[in-house]
């Protein structure tokens, strides 16, 4: 009981009031507080926001879809090539905390941010297996790696980092799969080492090429024949003649695939989003073993 309480008590007892009223000064402080189940939507997240989340991860898997498909265009145009960079596994020198750390990788290449999947209870041996694909601007030839151990209650904490050079070697197009040094807690390059492998290749900029369209000059007869100007065609000497085409709506174009092809493959994967599968066949031009092959390498990753 608070000493508000008590004071009241006791001048209502000298006063004579009695223990009526001392019961009656609790029921009015029980009243005062909200006892019963909890709201429907306590803690839980709004209709709007879980709506929202929904489509972010739509489009998140669309992107990825069209990722493993090639189907990133346009290229940029000021690129050294396409970078492969595996990020392996690490062998890290402590084991922070009271329980199997849950380490994972942050990489910064250029403008780009990356980052692995989490290894739950990887501790001091961490592995990811990671494959990043990513355009290598000009200029740039060494990227800046980070270790963290995911924290459920608190800040994640950062365990090792790394400033690592891209080197000749790759940028010639050798493969490359070599151990680097970090730096942390125990010192410089002294916290451990990670594995990599890095590779690049060359991208082919699309070459798009101008439609050079011949546009035969008309002639229009200076008397009105039947109340309107009447425009013939001229052709040049040597040049081919053609028939007068017909003005009309394009044809339209064959579709890259059918709905048959669609429920086909939406059989085989009921759980997948229709505009995920939708946008990978579009990838793939309608091929069905390579979009089939595609849905298999996300659902494997």
Request: charge should be negative.
């Given at each position: 009981m608070r000493d508000s309480d008590k004071q009241t008590s006791l001048a209502m007892k000298k006063s004579g009031i009695g223990n009526q009223a001392v019961i009656f000064t609790h029921t009015v402080y029980q009243s005062a507080v909200m006892i019963g189940e909890l709201p429907g939507d306590f803690l839980r997240v709004s209709g709007q926001q879980q709506q929202m989340m929904?489509?972010?991860?739509?489009?998140?898997?669309?992107?990825?879809?069209?990722?493993?498909?090639?189907?990133?265009?346009?290229?940029?145009?000021?690129?050294?090539?396409?970078?492969?960079?595996?990020?392996?596994?690490?062998?890290?020198?402590?084991?922070?905390?009271l329980t199997k750390m849950d380490p994972y990788v942050r990489i910064r290449i250029g403008h780009s941010v990356i980052e692995t999947p989490t290894a739950y209870n990887g501790a001091k041996n961490p592995r990811w297996n990671k494959d990043i694909n990513l355009y290598l601007p000009h200029g740039v030839d060494s990227m800046y790696l980070e270790i963290f151990d995911e924290r459920q209650f608190t800040m994640d904490d950062r365990i090792a980092w790394a400033y690592i050079s891209i080197p000749q070697s790759?940028?010639?197009?050798?493969?490359?799969?070599?151990?680097?040094?970090?730096?942390?807690?125990?010192?410089?390059?002294?916290?451990?080492?990670?594995?990599?492998?890095?590779?690049?290749?060359?991208?082919?900029?699309?070459?798009?090429?101008p439609t050079v369209l011949y546009q035969q000059?008309?002639?229009?007869?200076?008397?009105?024949i039947g109340g309107f100007p009447m425009a013939v065609q001229t052709v040049p000497a040597g040049m081919p003649t053609y028939p007068p085409q017909q003005v009309g709506s394009p044809q339209s174009q064959r579709p890259l695939f059918t709905e048959d092809d669609l429920k086909q493959v939406k059989d085989m994967f009921p759980n997948m989003e229709d505009e995920v599968i939708r946008s990978v066949l579009e990838a793939n031009r309608g091929n069905k073993d390579a979009t089939i092959n595609s849905l298999l390498q996300m659902n494997s990753d």
């Open positions: 929904m489509a972010d991860e739509r489009i998140a898997q669309i992107l990825q879809a069209q990722q493993q498909a090639g189907f990133m265009h346009p290229v940029p145009a000021n690129v050294q090539g396409r970078l492969s960079l595996t990020v392996a596994q690490a062998k890290l020198a402590k084991n922070y905390g790759v940028l010639n197009g050798d493969t490359m799969n070599e151990w680097f040094p970090l730096s942390g807690r125990q010192g410089d390059e002294k916290e451990g080492m990670i594995n990599l492998v890095m590779s690049l290749n060359e991208v082919q900029q699309p070459v798009s090429q000059p008309v002639v229009y007869y200076p008397q009105p």
